[in-house]
Nanobody, 121 residues
Framework: QVQLVESGGGLVQAGGSLRLSCAASGSIFSINAMGWYRQAPGKQRELAASITSGGSTNYADSVKGRFTISRDNAKNTVYLQMNSLKPEDTAVYYC???????????????WGQGIQVTVSS
């Protein structure tokens, strides 16, 4: 019954910024890790950034130094601040929650529906 709802995507010019949000709803006890994946047209889905329950972060080389991932445990929400955006950042961005414990038990992961980010040159 966990749902991930993404927001904050859209169209932006190269060099601009966007902030993505993903809120997990349900009777959630804990989420071990949350992350943002992205998939460009005709390409495989790739991990852009992730963050553990302890606050440890990991970034793809292509976004390191430009993107910042953070989370609000009280709101079960993860954010992705994207700065200095490039046309190659254009993709559908998917939120993922790993190791989700709820009142119904444990689930290995949940995916959000995806949200479009388009960066014009």
């Amino acid at each position: 019954q966990v749902q991930l709802v993404e927001s904050g995507g859209g169209l932006v010019q190269a060099g601009g910024s966007l902030r993505l949000s993903c809120a997990a709803s349900g009777s959630i006890f804990s989420i071990n890790a949350m992350g943002w994946y992205r998939q460009a047209p005709g390409k495989q889905r790739e991990l852009a950034a992730s963050i553990t329950s302890g606050g440890s972060t990991n970034y793809a080389d292509s976004v390191k130094g430009r993107f910042t991932i953070s989370r609000d445990n009280a709101k079960n929400t993860v954010y992705l601040q994207m700065n200095s955006l490039k046309p190659e950042d254009t993709a559908v961005y998917y939120c993922k929650a790993d190791g989700v414990h709820t009142n119904r038990g444990f689930a290995p992961y949940y995916w959000g529906q995806g949200i479009q980010v388009t960066v014009s040159s």
